[in-house]
């Protein structure tokens, strides 16, 4: 084993293959961002994190190669969760999504098949690593030179960055710049967990008269159940002519008067709390910027108006239903702080899979619909469906076919 670690060695410290590695990242790093332009900027990091390893370590051969490997292995992450969500690696995702037991669990049982490969990188990057390390020679180098070298490659880094003026600052993790985005989100570290983008843009905005907190609630005989229905990766495919489909599922689109009435908000591809926050708190997920993916977490307990509050002062009964656990992103403690009266969540109904058929989460908020004391028939349920196509489509649709002739009034069981 001794004489296998000094060959590697070797071939380690030529010049040639650290060229040819070095050329290759280049091509990688171009693959994973999409552009050249920060390619410079990169390597500057790659640099700065050999810089520290080899003041810590001492070791320079080690070092170059284990900076390579973490910036390959960091974009390469980026790379798949963008392909999942359509949003880059965030240095906030390990406080936020790395904190959370319910999203891991998910994730894992979700993603099973890229968490083996994933493993299954980072311990061939292990051993060849320890290879690396145990083959170099240490460097004579005092603390002072190494120390500076570190100082000289963090300040390249900062030289190097390409400042875009005038880009919004979300631009960065929704364009698929894959190699750069976890880096260029250390800068984002400057806010606190309680700071808030928008909180800035709102400071140098002077109010104009005052708003009333007065709400109209009707006459409460007339006023309707109301069924609100999350269905990611489902539309009209009347917006579509191109594909046929049955003139039944478009039907199930249309309101009573035979027309469909779309609500539209600021959509986020993967982001479904983030959607489902804009449609409960009138807020737009864009003005947060890069914080749009973790308003549940920053905005628990800090929206004082919402559309649940509203409508529970209106006599409503406040339902959400999903099929994740509660704990999922944060989503039922922030539904539950914007006036969420009851969250029946995938622990609650027993699921035991994450991934049901519609048909039995709608059986489940039928259930629930009919369990609610009423106050002048009025009845409040949130419905966030499958967060992700739960199973091929099949004839599951035609639930909503079934339910609406099961005494639905305006979309709940009388």
């Known amino acids: 084993m001794k004489y296998v670690i000094e060959q590697a060695g070797r071939v380690l410290r030529h ?8 050329l290759t990242l280049l091509q990688a790093l171009h693959y994973f961002d999409t552009r050249w332009r920060f390619v410079p900027f990169l390597v500057a990091v ?5 810089a520290l390893l080899f003041l810590l370590s001492r070791r320079p051969t080690f070092s170059l190669w284990a900076a390579g490997l973490t910036v390959l292995l960091i974009a390469a992450m980026s790379e798949v969760k963008f392909r999942l969500k359509g949003f880059s690696l965030h240095v906030f995702d390990f406080a936020f999504t790395g904190l959370d037991r319910s999203a891991l669990s998910f994730l894992v049982g979700s993603y099973f098949n890229l968490l083996i490969a994933g493993l299954a990188a980072l311990a061939a990057a292990f051993v060849f690593l320890v290879v690396a390390f145990r083959s170099d020679r240490r460097s004579a180098r005092s603390f002072v030179v190494r120390a500076c070298l570190f100082v000289i490659a963090a300040v390249g880094v900062v030289a190097l960055y390409p400042q ?13 710049y894959d190699a750069s985005s976890f880096f260029v989100s250390i800068g984002d570290l400057e806010f606190p967990l309680g700071r808030i983008v928008l909180a800035g843009r709102l400071e140098n905005v002077e109010a104009e008269g005052k708003l009333s907190d007065d709400i109209s609630c009707g006459v409460a005989a007339s006023q309707p159940d109301l069924f ?4 990611e990766s489902q539309t009209s495919p009347s917006y579509f002519p191109q594909v046929t489909v049955p003139e039944w599922m478009s039907a199930s689109f249309q309101s009573q008067d035979g027309r469909v009435h779309p609500m539209q908000v600021e959509t986020f591809g993967g982001g479904t709390w983030v959607t489902n926050f804009s449609v409960m708190t009138g807020l737009s997920g864009a003005d947060f910027g890069w914080q749009s993916p973790y308003v549940t977490q920053i905005l628990e307990g800090r ?3 919402s559309l649940p509050s509203l409508m529970a002062r209106c006599g409503y009964r406040t339902i959400a239903v999903m099929p ?20 029946v969540d995938f622990d609650a109904m027993k699921l035991g899979v994450a991934l049901r058929a519609r048909s039995f989460l709608f059986r489940c908020r039928r259930t629930n619909c009919a369990r609610a004391p009423r106050k002048g028939s009025a009845t409040t349920v949130h419905c966030h469906a499958d967060p992700f196509p739960a199973r091929p489509l099949r ?3 035609g639930a909503a076919r079934r339910l609406a002739g099961q ?3 305006s979309g709940c069981p009388g």
């Open 228 to 231: 609100l229905v999350l269905s």
């Open 324 to 343: 994740m656990q509660a704990s999922f992103v944060n989503e039922g403690p922030f539904l539950t702080s914007i006036g969420f009266q009851e969250i």
């Open 303 to 305: 929206v004082k108006a």
């Open 407 to 409: 005494g639905f009034r």
């Open 164 to 176: 875009k003026n005038g880009e919004p600052d979300y631009v960065h993790y929704i364009s698929g």
């Open 15 to 22: 010049p040639l293959p650290i060229s040819l590695a070095f």
């Open 46 to 50: 790659t640099l700065a994190i050999a």
């Open 395 to 397: 004839h599951d649709a």
